[in-house]
């Protein structure tokens, strides 16, 4: 049972971690096009840096943590941090999240570092389509990363879709064949008013959409295990494949939000809808020892916001989902 526990009774075991604000890709809801905003890489936390907070998380209890970006792959090294921190006495559960472009020459060596399982970022199958998203044409990539994944045994893989009424909404029965025949779980995501290209984002009720295509394709409910988080799932019949649903926006799941991020540069989220934030990296830089910077979580998490405010006041988040850490 994690220690941290915030003014609502909720304990955060669960910490996703950004090495890195850059991407090669520029999805219409993440990133503009052309944008060059990025944090200054003096400004990064070095991989000794982010293991030591991440290990002041783990022994406050956090059993959980993701590596994020922008995409995590390209930033050098990620390996041998994901090795450090598969380490930590007490980390249960060591997970990435990529676009997948980088991930046939990474995913057996990520593997072999103690990651446990992934999440990749795929909005569409249809070429056209998710060069349109991406900015892109490079779905084959994706696609041979998925099938390295495989063969480095990384099970269940998930896909991650956010799904977009004017953009992607036709492709979303294809995806769902694509999941069945594969055996991947299969998120589909509202998109979130994060940033000017989250706000101009047309989403889905995907409440509704899920329970019609669970309908459709004969699926039960399902409670996931490690790493289920804030989807609702279901499974075909002889669960080889899982469709889940993630509704930030029509069925927020706020009262059992048990996350934090920690941004490039050691900022620490309290919540991907509000500006609260603590400011770990400046702290670690300028000498704070371990018990200064294991206060600094504590009190943060103690003042976590109850809940994000996208519906009422979308406006206020100006920061880009990449400078968060997804």
């Not at 977009?164 to 999941?179: I, K």
Request: aromatic share 6%; with cysteine.
């Amino acid at each position: 049972m994690s220690s941290l526990i915030d003014s609502f009774q909720r304990p955060i075991d669960y910490l996703r971690v950004s090495v890195t604000d850059r991407c090669d890709l520029r999805c219409t809801y993440c990133l503009p096009k052309g944008f060059n905003g990025f944090e200054e890489p003096a400004h990064w936390l070095q991989h000794d840096e982010m293991a030591r907070l991440v290990g002041l998380f783990v022994r406050l209890g956090v059993s959980k943590v993701r590596l994020t970006g922008g995409e995590p792959l390209l930033r050098r090294g990620v390996v041998d941090l994901a090795r450090q921190l598969a380490g930590l006495d007490g980390l249960r559960d060591l997970s990435v999240s990529s676009n997948g472009t980088q991930l046939s020459r990474h995913a057996k060596s990520l593997r072999d570092a103690g990651v446990s399982r992934l999440n990749i970022s795929l909005d569409s199958l249809d070429p056209a389509c998710f060069a349109r998203i991406t900015g892109r044409d490079c779905l084959d990539d994706v696609l041979e990363g998925l099938r390295a994944a495989r063969a480095a045994g990384f099970t269940p893989i998930k896909l991650n879709m956010v799904v977009q009424s004017d953009v992607n909404l036709t492709e979303v029965q294809r995806m769902v064949a694509f999941a069945i025949e594969q055996g991947f779980v299969l998120r589909l995501i509202e998109p979130m008013p994060v940033g000017d290209t989250g706000r101009a984002s047309q989403g889905v009720d995907l409440s509704r959409l899920g329970d019609s295509l669970a309908a459709q394709h004969g699926l039960i409910p399902h409670i996931m295990g490690q790493g289920a988080g804030p989807a609702r799932y279901w499974r075909t019949p002889d669960g080889g494949m899982s469709l889940g649903v993630i509704t930030p926006m029509s069925r927020h799941f706020c009262a059992s939000c048990n996350r934090v991020r920690l941004g490039v540069d050691g900022t620490l989220y309290l919540c991907l809808g509000q500006n609260d934030s603590v400011p770990l990296g400046e702290m670690l830089r300028a000498g704070a020892t371990d018990a200064a910077l294991t206060d600094a979580i504590v009190a943060g998490v103690a003042v976590k916001p109850e809940r994000h405010e996208f519906n009422e006041r979308p406006e206020q988040i100006v920061r880009f989902m990449s400078q968060t850490g997804g």
